[in-house]
């Protein structure tokens, strides 16, 4: 069965550093987003990306972070200056359309953790 | 207000219960409702759509009213497996179709 992977899966760092988060969607998705989960807090959405471009960004998603889709699998969040709040799990999720009632799958996760 | 809110639990059952979780939601706009399961650690993984007339898929029934603004997860005969976090997810109108608003979750333990 397909499936989104992400990597790394754990990834630290120290604060102020520069970070990329990496995705491959399910090969015939063209819908991709990015959530995050602090722990014991819910999951929260933070961007969506369709035909290379951002379709809509959460108060989150300041200009700390971008999205990048640099080839035809790999699907990026960067997180440029981190802080200690950045930690959390950021799952990567894709879609084949964009209905209001179309499936998203989630990829494992990639846990931060900013020191 | 909370966008999508759930009783956080955590709810400990024996195997066999029949257990029921509610979620509502402030937004009247919301168009599409869900309910996905998180085990720890894990990613969210969908485990039912829920519509308007209710649906059932094998031992669990969702069930929505939107006057209420008000969405119920039922599961009967409750199986050990069935043990993790299941999260009340909302879609809006007027958003990006990608954009779920997840509730915190409502953790389940089911016990021998």
């Known amino acids: 069965e397909p499936e989104v992977t992400q990597t790394p899966s754990h990834q630290v760092t120290q604060m102020g550093q520069e970070v990329i988060l990496r995705c491959v969607p399910i090969s015939n998705h063209l819908y991709f987003y990015w959530y995050r989960q602090i722990l014991g807090q819910k999951v929260e959405f933070l961007v969506s990306f369709y035909n290379n471009e951002i379709s809509e960004k959460s108060e989150i998603f300041d200009d700390q972070f971008s999205v990048e889709r640099p080839d035809g699998s790999n699907f990026t969040l960067k997180i440029r200056s981190t802080k200690l709040e950045d930690s959390a799990m950021y799952f990567c999720?894709?879609?084949?359309?964009?209905?209001?009632?179309?499936?998203?799958?989630f990829g494992p996760g990639t846990r931060l953790t900013v020191l | 207000r909370k966008e999508v809110e759930q009783d956080p639990g955590p709810f400990n059952v024996p195997e066999g219960a029949t257990v029921a979780f509610n979620c509502t939601y402030s937004?009247?706009?919301?168009?599409?409702f869900f309910w996905y399961r998180q085990d720890c650690r894990k990613e969210p993984k969908l485990l039912m759509s829920v519509y308007s007339s209710g649906n059932e898929d094998g031992r669990f029934t969702a069930q929505l009213n939107r006057a209420s603004q008000y969405i119920s997860l039922l599961i009967r005969d409750s199986k050990l497996s069935d043990s993790a976090t299941y999260l009340c997810?909302?879609?809006?109108?007027?958003?990006?179709?990608?954009?779920?608003?997840f509730g915190q979750g409502t953790i389940l333990t089911v016990h021998p």
């Open positions: 937004n009247s706009a919301s168009q599409s």
């Open positions: 999720a894709s879609s084949e359309k964009d209905r209001a009632n179309d499936e998203q799958f």
């Open positions: 997810v909302v879609h809006q109108i007027g958003t990006s179709y990608g954009k779920l608003t």
